[in-house]
Nanobody, 128 residues
Framework: QVQLVESGGGLVQAGGSLRLSCAASGGTFSRYRTVGWFRQAPGREREFVAAISWTGSSTYYADSVKGRFTISRDNVKNTVYLQMNSLKPDDAAVYYC????????????????????WGQGTQVTVSS
């Protein structure tokens, strides 16, 4: 079974940048038509951040990160990236990579229960 492995989290000052990676271990991303990033801060529900289609031609973002975060994928490297710029303390959370077998569109991409495969998460801490 393919496992999703996140990396790239860490501590950064407000205004700084981080790039998260999600690698497919033990297989390829080809079976996943959509890969997304979610995040969960202490005491809060897991929330949608961004998603990308298999071809990379369609991307979706939460309003809170639009213009600051960019999701991309490299199917040769079996990796999906989340470039995070202009980070704010509110962005601090555990970030999870998730995948689903179907395509999504619009608000449908935000539904975490539609994602059947999840990584273990990587911590992002933003100091003010």
């Amino acid at each position: 079974q393919v496992q999703l492995v996140e990396s790239g989290g860490g501590l950064v000052q407000a205004g700084g940048s981080l790039r998260l990676s999600c690698a497919a271990s033990g297989g390829t991303f080809s079976r996943y038509r959509t890969v997304g990033w979610f995040r969960q801060a202490p005491g809060r529900e897991r929330e949608f951040v961004a998603a990308i289609s298999w071809t990379g031609s369609s991307t979706y973002y939460a309003d809170s990160v639009k213009g600051r975060f960019t999701i991309s994928r490299d199917n040769v490297k079996n990796t999906v990236y989340l470039q995070m710029n202009s980070l704010k303390p509110d962005d601090a959370a555990v970030y999870y990579c998730a995948a689903r077998s179907d395509y999504c569109s619009g608000s449908g991409c935000r539904l975490r229960y539609e994602y059947g495969y999840w990584g273990q998460g990587t911590q992002v801490t933003v100091s003010s």
